[in-house]
């Protein structure tokens, strides 16, 4: 079964979460989370979701990853990421006005 992580832990990846758990489409086992501060990742962690402060681990745990960042702080984290994003990874963005040129550079 595939495994997806989430970059960021707020409003919209917390939507999608539920929504992949209410659906049965994914077990919290198989979902990955990760933020910059542990306070964003407790209603996470009521999920079921494995949580943690360190992005490359759920790069590193996801075949499927959904970035839930603020356009802000998008340059920074992608730079972080992208050593460990390989070739049959999928990356999928949620960020308002963020284009794809600028995740695939």
Not at 24 to 29: E, H, K, Y
Not at 85 to 103: F, K
């Amino acid at each position: 079964m595939t495994t997806v992580g989430f970059i960021g832990a707020g409003k919209v990846s917390q939507a999608l979460i539920k929504g992949l758990l209410s659906s049965g489409a994914i077990t919290p086992s198989r979902i990955f989370a990760s933020s910059k501060t542990e306070a964003s990742l407790q209603k996470v962690k009521l999920f079921g979701a494995n949580t943690c402060l360190d992005n490359l681990w759920t790069i590193k745990n996801s075949k499927i990853t959904v970035l839930g960042l603020k356009p802000l702080v998008f340059p920074k984290v992608l730079s972080e990421i992208a050593p460990a994003v390989g070739p049959d990874d999928i990356i999928v963005s949620v960020a308002a006005g963020v284009t794809i040129e600028s995740i695939e550079a």
